[in-house]
């Protein structure tokens, strides 16, 4: 068997869920889109069965509340890499990594994961475990950061970079191309899979607002190539001076894309 090539840092991942906690309810903007599409789905179709749930990457439980209000929900389990974003949820929870499923045999009619596979090395490994877990019938539905996801971050640090030094640094995390999102289901077992992909853009102040955001998040990067030293406040300013140049409106906000990728597959 191949081995997986490693491309994220999980402990420093775990590290970013952790901190971004303490910050869940002022940077959940992105969250709550995405949530809000998955749900649309999750409640227009009468086949999905809601009577055991696992949600990975739950953070304040914002799914299942909602889920609630409109259908019936059996047991409900929560679970994150991070015991301190766990603590943030008021359902049974448990705290364990996707890239090794604690759960054998099938045991829920759903799976729910929310914006945190993008960080996943071995997503058809993942995909593959967690579809054993889920009863014949079951549902699998999943929404990941796509790979038009801040581009516009992405080309300031690069033009930024290469005047300043001949060595450049991965900064921004590599996401998932929806052309390839749409044969991971297929590859790992799933039947009926679905992808669709929606566009957020979100506006901020300055450049630096957007970096601190993201950093809230948990969204910060997690590569294992990347430049373990801290950033000079110098380059920091001249990527920012950058973005501002290559993308600020009339009113000097800068836009940030954010593009969402939503998954669906059935176990057969």
């Not at 402990?11 to 649309?40: F, I, P």
């Not at 300055?206 to 990347?226: H, T, V, Y």
Request: aromatic share 8%.
């Amino acid at each position: 068997m191949a081995k997986t090539h490693l491309i994220f840092d999980r402990l420093a991942y775990r590290r970013h869920r952790d901190r971004a906690s303490v910050y869940l309810h002022q940077t959940d903007h992105l969250l709550k889109e995405a949530a809000d599409r998955m749900l649309e789905r999750l409640l227009e179709d009468p086949q999905v069965k809601l009577g055991s749930v696992l949600e990975i990457g739950s953070r304040s439980g914002y799914i299942e509340k909602a889920l609630r209000q409109e259908r019936p929900v059996g047991t409900y389990l929560a679970s994150d890499l991070s015991l301190a974003m766990l603590r943030k949820n008021p359902s049974a929870s448990v705290v364990f990594d996707e890239e090794l499923v604690p759960f054998s045999g099938p045991q829920f009619d759903t799976i729910i994961s929310l914006l945190n596979m993008h960080f996943v090395n071995d997503i058809p490994g993942a995909l593959a475990q967690l579809r054993r877990t889920l009863k014949p019938g079951g549902l699998f539905i999943c929404s990941m950061l796509g790979g038009d996801t801040l581009r516009e971050l992405r080309h300031a640090i690069i033009e930024t970079e290469a005047s300043l030094s001949p060595i450049i640094y991965p900064r921004v995390s590599p996401y998932t191309e929806v052309k390839d999102a749409g044969s991971l289901l297929q590859r790992t077992g799933y039947a009926l899979p679905v992808t669709d992909t929606d566009t957020v853009t979100v506006l901020y102040k300055n450049p630096l607002s957007l970096m601190k955001d993201l950093q809230r998040m948990g969204e910060s990067n997690a590569l294992l190539e990347r430049n373990k030293h801290f950033t000079s406040r110098h380059t920091l300013q001249s990527i920012a001076e950058t973005y501002t140049r290559l993308y600020a409106n009339s009113e000097g906000e800068i836009p940030a894309t954010f593009e969402i990728i939503t998954l669906t597959g059935w176990n057969p």
